[in-house]
């Protein structure tokens, strides 16, 4: 378990990997911590002429994309064979939620989760996620890879990347969140994680939260919302997560989160044994989990 924090009043953009409750192998996490480092310096470098929520869905595209992370390609397979994903976006200055849940055959859930922000209905399940996907030209995709099916296989979920998510703040302080998840091994169709919900993704004009690890323990403890909460009733972001990583300590919680302040104030935490994250701004990498 650590906990980092630090302040910044340039534009920040942080990115994690999950929060795996079993310690991973430590090339596991120098390879998936590596490819976070390259993900952020190049979506660092639009967050200067792009809207922030564009920015956040441009990294969980990229972590999507890599089999190596249990998002999008490469999503956890639950019990009857299917890998099914989940995302969801936040607009902080809107204060506006939209999310895609158990979506099938779908690589990049977070590509839906962000046309939703504009609809009138803003979450949604099948059978409308494969129609919408259909009629907004996103691909069949076969997101069972070689690794995962090994592991469904052998019945045996060690070592493995959780949720990833990213939490951006413009040099003018607009906030926005993104989580996005292949959910859980072995489990049985149709269950719903904490990604796509303001448990596990949370932003507002004040404070933008991603978080990562046992989905039912995140839900319990409306984590990234009750974060943002205290932060809006007057704690510095320090303060309010040290609270929630102390309550999450004494609870026995397996997850982490990465969050992001209006004022530049960031926070990494995580009661697991590891979590892959990596905090960037226009000067270069404050923080990793890079040994």
Known sequence: ???????????????????????????????????????????????????????????????????????????????????????????????SFSGVINALEVMHPSAIAHWLQRQRSRVISQPGVQTLAQQLNLPKENLVTEARLTEWQRRNNEGGFDTVGCVVRSKRGALAAGTSTGGRSFEFPGRVSDSATVAG????????????????????????????????????????????????????????????HRDGDWVVAHTTPAMSFIVRSERGILASSEK
């Not at 390879?31 to 976070?36: F, G, H, K, N, Q």
């Not at 932003?203 to 990562?212: E, G, N, P, R």
């Not at 909460?229 to 303060?239: A, F, H, N, P």
């Open 201 to 260: 993704n949370y932003a507002s004009a004040v404070a933008a939260v991603s978080a990562t690890g046992i989905g039912e323990e995140i839900v319990d403890d409306a984590l990234a919302a009750r974060l943002e909460t205290r932060c809006r009733d007057g704690m510095s972001l320090q303060e309010a997560a040290r609270r929630c990583f102390d309550e999450a300590i004494a609870r026995g919680r397996n997850y982490g989160w990465i969050a992001v």
């Open 1 to 95: 378990m650590e906990f980092f924090s630090g302040k910044s009043s340039d534009s920040l953009l942080i990115l994690h990997g999950g929060a795996p409750s079993r310690a991973p192998e430590p090339d596991k996490t120098a390879l998936a911590t590596a490819a976070l480092i390259r993900f952020s310096e190049a979506c660092m470098a639009e967050l200067a002429e792009r809207d922030v929520c564009e920015v956040v869905v441009s990294a969980l595209r990229e972590m999507e994309a890599d089999p190596q992370f249990n998002a999008g390609l490469g999503g956890s397979i639950q019990s009857d064979g299917q890998v099914r994903v989940s995302a969801a976006v936040m607009d902080g200055t809107r204060q």
